[in-house]
């Protein structure tokens, strides 16, 4: 099956930086990517489909200044958490569709656990 | 915003024995599928089922959707070990963005 994925795994920063995360389609196009957070045994919150080439769409209430994504090739799509405080700490994942699919199934990268001091 | 609920929220039941899960969601939809998660990973695909489909199987796995009900079960039948993680259904609308909403998961665990 098709393959995503996410970089780094695991992230410790202090307050105030800027963190990327990376989400590669290794064997695939994907003209759009979702990125989700995931607080402990809790449900995956959508915060913003991502569109290669163009503006990402985020979901109400999710700061587009706060989380910048780029989706600037058809195998990449970041992430970056600007000036990140204690309370964005959480689980980042990322999914990506196959070109040539149509509400069909996602593929997921291995998430990435924020934890900002 | 969540449209799908998960009931139950956990289950713990014995090695070899069956696992049921449910899934109930509010607008009509084009698919619904169903997702596993270990703990502190992604999300891996199990099925998808399709809304003019009733019932689904794949392994050990047998899915049925209900779109009067709007509602969707998820059997695993002859439980493992390996199979303790979480399960989430997730809905795709048949309007409007192409993207999946997710349940609040039930968190399975077998006991060897």
């Known amino acids: 099956g098709a393959v995503v994925s996410q970089h780094p795994s695991r992230v410790i920063c202090k307050s105030g930086t800027s963190v990327k995360i990376e989400c590669r389609s290794l064997?695939?196009?994907?003209?759009?990517m979702f990125w989700y957070r995931q607080f402990p045994k809790q449900s995956l919150m959508l915060m913003a489909t991502s569109n290669e080439g163009s503006k990402a769409t985020y979901e109400q209430g999710v700061e587009k200044d706060k989380f910048l994504i780029n989706h600037a090739s058809l195998t990449l799509s970041t992430l970056t958490v600007t000036s990140a405080h204690p309370e964005d700490s959480s689980f980042y994942i990322c999914?990506?569709?196959?070109?040539?699919?149509?509400?069909?199934?996602?593929?997921f990268g291995s998430g990435t656990q924020l934890s900002v001091l | 915003s969540q449209q799908g609920e998960e009931d139950p929220q956990a289950l713990s039941i014995q090695e070899g024995e069956n696992a049921t899960m449910n899934c109930s969601y509010k607008?009509?939809?084009?698919?619904l599928q169903w997702y596993r998660q270990n703990s502190g990973r992604g999300l891996v695909h199990l099925i998808l089922?399709?809304?003019?489909?009733r019932e689904k199987h794949s392994g050990r796995l047998r899915v049925t959707l209900d779109t009067s009900k709007k509602s969707s079960s998820l059997l695993i039948t002859a439980s493992r070990a390996a199979d303790t993680a979480s399960y989430f259904c997730?809905?795709?609308?048949?309007?409007?963005?192409?993207?999946?909403?997710f349940g609040q998961g039930t968190r399975l665990t077998i006991n060897p």
């Open positions: 999914s990506a569709r196959d070109v040539g699919g149509l509400n069909e199934k996602l593929f």
């Open positions: 997730a809905t795709a609308k048949i309007q409007g963005a192409q993207k999946l909403v």
């Open positions: 089922i399709r809304s003019n489909e």
């Open positions: 064997d695939f196009q994907a003209t759009t």
């Open positions: 607008t009509s939809i084009n698919n």
